[in-house]
């Protein structure tokens, strides 16, 4: 035990019960400390011997009290439309009271404030978490619009009020418009959140903080325009004060780049929710607090999908949990959206969702679905879907230009042996599983044929698009080369288009896979 790193050491041992010479009972002291966050309400440490099934308290702290409960919290940003030019800021108090950002040259917004009750959770015959023992008052999540902005321009804000207090001022960018040349974008599903210090939760990921601070050095470096975090967010599942944790882990990265997010099924699914797929899995959220602490550009509450285009990537975002057969408003949705894609103005679709279609680690109920497949594949054909990426299984795997389970293409090595796909003659979309974000990793049972690559790593995808005036030969799309390629070829017929990826190892650092799409069209 004393091998142990959290091991608790006894120092100033003292005898407190002598039988002769002989101690009886001795007493000893040590010291431990606890990463907490500001939860609004009180908080007391217990010490207990006899385990969780039967504990026996042996002293308490007695009730602690945060100074400030009102304290604006957990700010993160995310797009509303595809113009850039406004972005909505979403932050945490225990306050209902009006909050103010206060943003760029000195532009002032008052926000509206929501909240969500034990009402609103789902509950079955046993009693949910959310309904039950792990509901925890969410205080107020307020949000307000900051217009005016220009796409791909830094500005600073901060929240809050002269009441309640305020937040530290934050830099952020807003991304490239729909349209516009380049995004850098970057993406992952299944994170979720571990503790800093050696505490237990109930429900602990243990790659989330490795990600979370790779992902998070990446912004800092102002190469990244936004994060797309596709399904399964917290991992609260019933357990709400998880929820401020999480918020708290990601704020860094979230606060300073758009945070689009996709729902997962421990957002949304519960007995008799009226989710596709009946499981516990939500805890009894059943997509209350995932809609309320990031709202997305939706058509309506509990319609949890949508479309946003950034720079030359046109993406359709869906839920894998709420009704996708076919005739479903989300099926008319889904084909509505996709075949009104300008592929002049934004050349590239990349179609998100949480399940995937194809994975070779098949050990659970619904890890796929068939019928999901047989409804929605054909879209993705039909639309001509350059890439569908999907979370849910916890490693990383690609594709072939794959349909119906067959490669219909395969890539080619470009000269510094990348995979390379040619969608100028399209075939069928490349298909991605990218949920190694945090979740225990899962192994590999059985690899399909049109499976190409495979690993089981922490980690995220990174992405760049782009639309360059270029000629046929050129492979880099590095700053240096794309100069040159604008210097020289001004005048050419044709237009050479990229999209680049890269799995990041979060650990390491290092790139280990790396693919590229492209397109040729004349103009």
């Given at each position: 035990?004393?091998?142990?790193?959290?091991?608790?050491?006894?120092?100033?041992?003292?005898?407190?019960?002598?039988?002769?010479?002989?101690?009886?009972?001795?007493?000893?002291?040590?010291?431990?400390?606890?990463?907490?966050?500001?939860?609004?309400?009180?908080?007391?440490?217990?010490?207990?011997s006899?385990?969780f099934?039967?504990?026996?308290?042996?002293?308490?702290?007695?009730?602690?009290?945060?100074?400030?409960?009102?304290?604006?919290?957990?700010?993160?940003?995310?797009?509303?439309d595809?113009?850039?030019?406004?972005?909505?800021?979403?932050?945490?108090?225990?306050?209902?009271e009006?909050?103010?950002?206060?943003?760029?040259?000195?532009?002032?917004?008052?926000?509206?404030?929501?909240?969500?009750?034990?009402?609103?959770?789902?509950?079955s015959?046993?009693?949910?978490?959310?309904k039950d023992?792990?509901?925890?008052?969410?205080?107020?999540?307020?949000?307000?619009?900051?217009?005016?902005l220009?796409?791909?321009?830094?500005?600073?804000?901060?929240?809050?009020s002269?009441?309640?207090?305020?937040?530290?001022?934050?830099?952020?960018?807003?991304?490239?418009?729909?349209?516009?040349?380049?995004?850098k974008?970057?993406?992952?599903?299944?994170?979720?959140?571990?503790?800093?210090?050696?505490?237990?939760?109930?429900?602990?990921?243990?790659?989330?903080?490795?990600?979370?601070?790779?992902?998070?050095?990446?912004?800092?470096?102002?190469?990244?325009?936004?994060?797309?975090?596709?399904?399964?967010?917290?991992?609260?599942?019933?357990?709400?004060?998880?929820?401020?944790?999480?918020?708290?882990?990601?704020?860094?990265?979230?606060?300073?780049?758009?945070?689009?997010?996709?729902?997962?099924?421990?957002?949304?699914?519960?007995?008799?929710?009226?989710?596709?797929?009946?499981?516990?899995?939500?805890?009894?959220?059943?997509?209350v607090p995932?809609?309320?602490?990031?709202?997305?550009?939706?058509?309506?509450?509990?319609?949890?999908?949508?479309?946003?285009?950034?720079g030359?990537?046109?993406?359709?975002?869906?839920?894998?949990?709420?009704?996708?057969?076919?005739?479903?408003?989300?099926?008319?949705?889904?084909?509505?959206?996709?075949?009104?894609?300008?592929?002049?103005?934004?050349?590239?679709?990349?179609?998100?969702?949480?399940?995937?279609?194809?994975?070779?680690?098949?050990?659970?109920?619904?890890?796929?679905?068939?019928?999901?497949?047989?409804?929605?594949?054909?879209?993705?054909?039909?639309?001509?879907?350059?890439?569908?990426?999907?979370?849910?299984?916890?490693?990383?795997?690609?594709?072939?230009?794959?349909?119906?389970?067959?490669?219909?293409?395969?890539?080619?090595?470009?000269?510094?042996?990348?995979?390379?796909?040619?969608?100028?003659?399209?075939?069928?979309?490349?298909?991605?599983?990218?949920?190694?974000?945090?979740?225990?990793?899962?192994?590999?049972?059985?690899?399909?044929?049109?499976?190409?690559?495979?690993?089981?790593?922490?980690?995220?995808?990174?992405?760049?698009?782009?639309?360059?005036?270029?000629?046929?030969?050129?492979?880099?799309?590095?700053?240096?080369?794309?100069?040159?390629?604008?210097?020289?070829?001004?005048?050419?017929?044709?237009?050479?288009?990229?999209?680049?990826?890269?799995?990041?190892?979060?650990?390491?650092?290092?790139?280990?896979?790396?693919?590229?799409?492209?397109?040729?069209?004349n103009?």
């Amino acid at each position: 035990m004393s091998n142990d790193p959290d091991y608790l050491k006894c120092t100033k041992q003292e005898c407190k019960k002598y039988n002769n010479t002989n101690c009886e009972v001795s007493a000893c002291s040590g010291t431990i400390s606890f990463h907490v966050i500001n939860i609004r309400t009180d908080i007391e440490f217990v010490f207990f011997s006899g385990g969780f099934e039967t504990p026996c308290i042996l002293t308490r702290s007695g009730p602690m009290k945060f100074s400030n409960p009102n304290q604006p919290l957990h700010g993160h940003i995310s797009s509303i439309d595809s113009t850039a030019t406004s972005m909505r800021l979403t932050w945490v108090s225990g306050s209902e009271e009006t909050q103010l950002v206060q943003y760029g040259d000195g532009e002032t917004l008052t926000s509206k404030a929501k909240t969500f009750s034990q009402d609103d959770m789902c509950t079955s015959v046993l009693p949910s978490p959310a309904k039950d023992f792990g509901w925890h008052d969410p205080g107020y999540i307020h949000s307000a619009v900051m217009t005016g902005l220009r796409p791909s321009t830094s500005y600073s804000y901060r929240y809050g009020s002269d009441s309640v207090g305020w937040s530290d001022k934050v830099q952020f960018r807003t991304p490239p418009a729909g349209g516009s040349d380049e995004l850098k974008f970057l993406a992952f599903g299944d994170m979720g959140k571990a503790p800093l210090d050696p505490s237990v939760e109930h429900y602990i990921q243990p790659g989330s903080l490795s990600v979370i601070k790779a992902v998070t050095d990446e912004v800092k470096s102002g190469n990244v325009d936004s994060i797309f975090h596709i399904g399964d967010i917290s991992y609260a599942t019933g357990f709400l004060v998880e929820w401020d944790f999480f918020l708290h882990l990601i704020s860094p990265m979230a606060s300073q780049v758009s945070y689009m997010t996709a729902i997962g099924n421990h957002e949304r699914d519960y007995i008799g929710s009226g989710s596709v797929y009946i499981t516990p899995d939500s805890g009894g959220e059943c997509g209350v607090p995932y809609e309320t602490y990031f709202p997305m550009p939706t058509p309506a509450k509990d319609k949890p999908w949508y479309s946003i285009e950034q720079g030359s990537i046109h993406f359709t975002v869906i839920s894998t949990e709420n009704d996708w057969t076919e005739n479903s408003e989300q099926y008319e949705w889904m084909t509505k959206d996709m075949g009104s894609v300008d592929r002049s103005k934004t050349p590239w679709l990349i179609f998100t969702g949480h399940r995937p279609m194809y994975s070779s680690s098949t050990n659970r109920l619904f890890d796929l679905d068939d019928r999901f497949s047989k409804a929605v594949e054909p879209l993705l054909l039909q639309h001509k879907v350059d890439l569908a990426l999907f979370g849910h299984v916890h490693n990383y795997e690609r594709t072939c230009s794959v349909y119906q389970s067959n490669c219909l293409a395969m890539p080619t090595k470009d000269r510094n042996g990348v995979d390379t796909y040619d969608h100028s003659n399209y075939s069928a979309p490349v298909q991605a599983v990218i949920g190694m974000a945090g979740f225990s990793l899962t192994k590999f049972s059985k690899p399909g044929s049109w499976s190409l690559t495979r690993i089981s790593d922490f980690g995220y995808l990174r992405g760049h698009a782009t639309k360059e005036d270029i000629n046929l030969e050129v492979s880099s799309i590095h700053n240096l080369m794309k100069k040159l390629i604008k210097k020289f070829f001004y005048a050419t017929y044709l237009t050479h288009i990229f999209h680049f990826f890269q799995f990041v190892n979060a650990n390491t650092r290092q790139v280990q896979d790396s693919f590229r799409i492209t397109k040729r069209q004349n103009r």
